[in-house]
């Protein structure tokens, strides 16, 4: 009996980590595909510039930030964007496993463009005219920011990244330039205007998110059909926004006028968001503008340069001109494995799939931790998304992670706040961070070993546990010193060791 419960328990975990690990690919996969899709040309950077600006150090050691996701989506609780595509079933599959093409080219033959009925069920796959409806009814009456920037400071963050403007197309300030903002849709209210200022009220750096891509601006000119689909099947046609098969081409004239109207159009609203506002500390742009590299229009788009006079101190994203001031990673699986030369960030989000406010589970704070830890054991920003709902406020739930995360940090923060990773020359067998003459050294609820090892460059003071104190008496033997944890109370979450050495070398 004990036996087959130990087997089938075997089992069981044996599915759940394959399970967990095909997730972990498909996300991989699905970003990959997303990431062509937009032009995110930071893959193939040569380098990042890192500025040197005086106000922009701040990113160095920024640690921990909050990252809103909040569009005309959140109406239909509905991730951004991307729902408005056709295809996404097939096409976030890996190229070299492709959904056997019979039952692509009957789903092709069809029509049927949404591939996929599965999504249909948790309202998911529309039209993009229909995705564009929402602007109707986007009226989100208890929008406070205030309430987030609150508790993106308790939870111990440093900066918060809102997305001005989505793929989707729509501002959320009243542009100036376009006829898809809040200035049509809203009587001109402006979001953007109470976040900065809430994020100011905290002390927290100010991180505005415009994607190049406009899906709505350009939306005569492009598919609706998800890039790894068009990539693989050559027979697709380009699908309009209500996902026909388009009836009409453009002429190379058509498109060069539209390319050059892309770029003013670019340029006035980043102009927009870099002056209207006072200080920006970051602009986190995503994806490239709809206009081909190397075209003649590029010039009249937004510069590097411009950027610069505008806001001389500002962080700049890789993600729009395939350099920037940092690396970014995205997704779960791109969490870095080694300690990061330049400056980097890994986003990803509280729920468990999508970027804006769905039904999806969200991650527990456990896991938040875990990432947050190994992120700044590697010199790494952590950007964690949370998407708020149509009212514009975090749900219940959220807000619930966020309250234990705080709770977590008010007594562990230290060890996380304006912390590094080690020197070169220390090591540790745990995941640990360093701050002058500390280290804290972190244990993984599921990290039950008995004693940790180490190696420092100077002596050690004194190991306490950071929560409570209390001390742990240590041994050392050829340099690496042990210190056991079998007197240490643990508790349900990370347990931090706060090593103390009698000097900061
Ligand atoms: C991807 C997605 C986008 C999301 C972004 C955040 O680029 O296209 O939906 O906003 O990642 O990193």
Request: hydrophobic share 35%.
């Amino acid at each position: 009996m004990h036996r087959k419960i130990v087997f089938f328990s075997f089992l069981l975990s044996f599915f759940v980590v394959n399970a967990q690990k095909n997730d972990s690919k498909k996300d991989e996969d699905r970003v990959k595909m997303e990431h062509a899709q937009i032009g995110i040309m930071e893959d193939a950077a040569s380098g990042y510039k890192q500025s040197t600006h005086p106000s922009a150090q701040w990113f160095a050691g920024a640690g921990f930030g909050m990252f809103i996701h909040w569009s005309i989506s959140s109406i239909r609780e509905i991730d951004l964007s991307w729902p408005m595509m056709a295809g996404t079933q097939i096409g976030w599959r890996p190229s070299n496993n492709k959904m056997d093409s019979a039952e692509v080219r009957k789903i092709i033959q069809s029509g049927d463009y949404f591939m996929g009925h599965a999504c249909k069920k948790d309202n998911s796959c529309l039209t993009p005219n229909e995705y564009w409806e929402q602007s109707k009814y986007f009226q989100p009456t208890k929008y406070n920011p205030e309430e987030w920037a609150r508790a993106a400071k308790a939870a111990g963050m440093t900066y918060m990244v809102f997305t001005a403007r989505h793929h989707d197309g729509f501002a959320m300030w009243p542009s100036k330039y376009g006829d898809f903002s809040t200035k049509n849709y809203m009587s001109g209210k402006d979001l953007v205007k109470p976040y900065v200022e809430a994020c100011r009220k905290y002390g927290l750096k100010v991180g505005l998110y415009y994607s190049g891509p406009d899906w709505h601006f350009n939306r005569e000119f492009q598919s609706f059909m998800y890039y790894g689909v068009s990539r693989d099947y050559k027979n697709v046609p380009s699908l309009d926004a209500n996902l026909q098969a388009r009836k009409t081409v453009k002429t190379d004239a058509e498109k060069q006028a539209h390319y050059y109207r892309v770029a003013e159009y670019i340029k006035g609203q980043v102009e927009e968001l870099l002056t209207n506002y006072g200080k920006i500390d970051m602009i986190w742009f995503d994806g490239g503008p709809d206009i081909p590299r190397g075209n003649i229009a590029w010039d009249k788009c937004i510069s590097m340069k411009r950027i610069h006079e505008l806001q001389p101190g500002i962080v700049v994203s890789p993600r729009f001109f395939g350099y920037g001031d940092y690396k970014t990673y995205e997704g779960d699986a791109k969490l870095p494995t080694d300690i990061q030369k330049q400056w980097a960030e890994l986003c990803v989000t509280i729920a468990k799939s999508g970027w804006g406010y769905t039904k999806h589970p969200l991650k527990t704070v456990e896991t938040v931790l875990k990432q947050l830890i190994l992120c700044r054991s590697r010199n790494t920003n952590y950007l964690l998304n949370f998407g708020p709902t149509k009212e514009g406020i975090f749900s219940e739930k959220m807000n619930q992670k966020l309250d234990s995360i705080a709770a977590w940090m008010k007594i562990n923060g230290q060890s996380l706040v304006n912390c590094r990773a080690l020197n070169p020359d220390e090591t540790v067998s745990v995941p640990a961070t360093s701050k002058n003459n500390h280290r804290y050294l972190f244990l993984f609820s599921d990290n039950k070993v008995s004693e940790i090892q180490m190696k420092t460059t100077s002596e050690i003071k004194q190991v306490t546990m950071l929560a409570n104190k209390k001390k742990i008496i240590i041994t050392s033997k050829a340099g690496i010193t042990t210190i056991p944890l079998t007197t240490v109370q643990r508790t349900a979450l990370v347990d931090v060791i706060d090593v103390e050495l009698k000097s900061s070398k």
